[in-house]
């Protein structure tokens, strides 16, 4: 049983709880990445993840944020297929006109009120907190022997 087929079967609440959306955007989203997904394989090979699959893989990592290698260990599924799939859905889903985001410009023209406001959060970069006092109590010497040499 695929993780798909392990949702499917859930309550509305239960499935709202699990993928973070309601299931008829779930099947909107389908409808979406099945058009994609037909056309891509129209001319044969392998299928690989069906667009379900590739749905619900993606949600549950936007959801729980949670890392590939841990997905591949539940679903039996290499983290790098999962990895692809993840990134396809987002591709497809942000081409199509149903779930594109219209241009910030165009949301929050100049001078008109609004009732949403935007925070944009930068968290990429930190300081990397080194000890600054008493740091030769805890360094043991042993990774460079040329440190030794210079400090006698």
């Not at 079967?9 to 309601?22: A, P």
Request: proline fraction near 2%; charged fraction near 40%; aromatic fraction near 8%.
């Amino acid at each position: 049983m695929n993780c798909y087929e392990k949702i499917e079967k859930l309550s509305e609440k239960e499935f709202k709880l699990i993928t973070g959306v309601r299931r008829d955007e779930f099947i909107t989203m389908l409808e979406v990445l099945k058009i994609k997904y037909d056309s891509e394989h129209a001319k044969g090979g392998r299928p690989g993840l069906s667009a379900e699959v590739r749905l619900t893989l993606a949600l549950e990592y936007w959801r729980e944020y949670r890392t590939f290698r841990h997905m591949a260990n539940d679903h039996q599924i290499d983290k790098d297929i999962i990895n692809r799939a993840v990134i396809w859905v987002e591709d497809v889903l942000s081409e199509s006109e149903e779930f594109k985001i219209k241009d910030l410009k165009e949301r929050f023209k100049t001078g008109e009120e609004s009732s949403v406001s935007v925070i944009i959060v930068d968290v990429e970069e930190q300081p990397i907190e080194r000890p600054t006092h008493n740091q030769e109590d805890s360094y043991s010497g042993k990774k460079n022997v040329t440190r030794r040499n210079i400090k006698s």
